[in-house]
């Protein structure tokens, strides 16, 4: 596949120039890989300057609109890209020489040149830079300094610290990049049993394996990368031998059940609803649109780059398992309809912050079946806020492909926290319902629908997002409290709780 590969035609529809740059930038890694379209691009400048006259003009001018809008496009994500960022720089240098680009596009070649500038473009053989910063996943924070700092995006040369357990749950601490293979976490952990006190012939033949706090267990292939990302709420990473794989348990719930009342009592919903958007329009600014054709697409890139998209969707789990929890955890049965209350209230504002996001999350947490079947605690409530949840409730009926959502989101100026699994199911539904190429031909509408959809991502975060948030005496403690749910993520265990509290509800 080329950049001279014919393409099927769109039916009923001309697309502007830059749309179908932003199109085949947003997409190409379906039918091309990026380092490859670069390579093409690059070949197709060169062959351009062998022509005379305007036509050869007018394709070097194309191929630096193609570059400028990718580079556009990509930013940060190039500095993982060792590959990517020798082409650009051999591309970008034969364009700068070029005197007639200079003096016809002056303005366009200067642009090119701050871009690359801005990129700090990845070059196998320049100086590394500096250690970076060892960061910490947001499940993780126990600490509130950190825990309350702006979030940053996450890149797979990060650094991160990561516990990996033993089956009989002492562990080691380890350092390791956020796109470590399962190979290379195992050499790390190897290496410090060999340097700790730990008994010999431990590090044998060693296998990682996820355990959930449910006590499901996933053996990881050494060739797997990315791996942290992907693990549960409560789930954590165990080095064992094989003979050991079927004797590994979960580690103990870290949420003792203990009389008295949680944070969530002390804080007032218009707090705790303005302090969820805050943070996760944090998270979602993070997440770079192609992550979302990545997680869809399966890294066709090359690599899969989604660890920002992933820390969302395991924010948007957890915030669903802390609604659960906290009213299971509740003994009184008052003072759970009075958190009932509380949560729809929370739902309430969070839509108003068009935080839908959040918003979903909460109702399906009251949604939860360990929830919902306390028929004595939700006939506590008073009928208002029965009927409020109702109405709530449809707004995530999934009836109609999700008809009520879509129309609310539909009538929503930016800036919008929108539900972002829905987003991936579109694209699922867009890549599994057509074919990316088409009797040899690159399906053209189906890229174009694509980007359509991740272009809804830039439309929602084109404003900045301001909230009114009062610097309350606890406005920190809250900040820290809604950044560091500690949740109860098995839902066996949520049943028990739930059947103690109301031990015939139906």
């Given amino acids: 596949m080329t950049l001279e590969s014919p393409c099927k035609p769109l039916s009923q529809e001309s697309l502007s120039v830059d749309i179908l740059l932003d199109d085949i930038v947003l997409t190409h890694s379906l039918f091309l890989p990026t380092e490859k379209f670069l390579q093409e691009l690059h070949q197709y400048f060169v062959w351009a300057g062998g022509m005379e006259g305007p036509e050869g003009l007018g394709r070097k001018q194309a191929c630096l609109a193609m570059l400028l809008h990718f580079l556009d496009t ?15 720089k051999d591309l970008y240098l034969l364009i700068m020489k070029d005197e007639s680009l200079y003096q016809d596009l002056r303005d366009d070649t200067l642009r090119l040149h701050q871009l690359v500038e801005t990129v700090e473009l990845k070059i196998p053989e320049e100086t590394q830079p500096p250690s970076k910063q060892v960061k910490p996943l947001f499940r993780h924070f126990r600490r509130i300094d950190s825990c309350l700092q702006t979030r940053v995006a996450f890149r797979g040369s990060d650094e991160i610290f990561c516990r990996v357990y033993m089956p009989d749950h002492s562990y080691v601490t380890i350092r390791s990049r956020l796109s470590a293979s399962v190979q290379d976490i195992l050499g790390s952990v190897t290496e410090k049993l060999q340097y700790s006190e730990e008994p010999a012939g431990r590090e044998d033949s060693l296998i990682l394996v996820a355990v959930a706090s449910s006590g499901e267990k996933v053996l990881l292939q050494p060739t797997e990368d990315c791996v942290f990302t992907t693990l549960g709420i409560n789930s954590h990473l165990f080095a064992c031998t094989r003979d050991s794989y079927e004797a590994l348990v979960p580690l103990p719930e870290e949420i003792q059940v203990s009389p008295g009342d949680t944070e969530i009592h002390r804080v007032e919903p218009e707090d705790v609803a303005n302090h969820l958007t805050a943070f996760h329009w944090e998270l979602f600014r993070c997440v770079h649109e192609l992550e979302f054709v990545d997680y869809v697409f399966h890294g066709e890139r090359g690599r899969r780059e989604t660890a920002n998209l992933e820390l969302l969707l395991q924010r948007c789990s957890e915030v669903t398992h802390w609604v659960a929890t906290e009213v299971l955890l509740c003994e009184a049965a008052g003072k759970r309809a009075q958190l009932l209350k509380k949560f729809i209230k929370i739902a309430a504002i969070c839509k108003q912050n068009q935080d839908l996001l959040s918003f979903y999350a909460v109702v399906m947490g009251l949604d939860n079946a360990a929830v919902s079947r306390l028929r004595l605690t939700w006939e506590k409530l008073p009928g208002k806020f029965k009927n ?8 995530t009926d999934p009836c109609r492909n999700h008809k009520s959502y879509r129309e609310v989101i539909s009538k929503m100026k930016p800036p919008v926290i929108p539900f972002v699994p829905l987003i991936l199911k579109d694209l699922t539904f867009l890549h599994e319902g057509s074919k990316t190429l088409v009797d040899g031909l690159v399906n053209i509408e189906k890229l174009h629908s694509v980007a359509e959809k991740v ?20 406005h920190l403690q809250t900040k820290a409290y809604v950044r560091q749910f500690q949740v109860i993520d098995n839902q066996n265990l949520l049943f028990e709780l739930s059947y103690k509290l109301e031990a015939n509800s139906q």
């Fill in 74 to 88: 990509y930013q940060g994500l190039l500095q993982e890209e060792e590959g990517a960022g020798r082409i650009i």
């Fill in 388 to 395: 409020l949840f109702r109405k709530l409730e449809n707004l």
């Fill in 455 to 474: 272009r809804t991502v830039r439309k929602y975060r084109s404003r900045p997002l301001c909230l009114d948030m009062e610097a309350s005496p606890h």
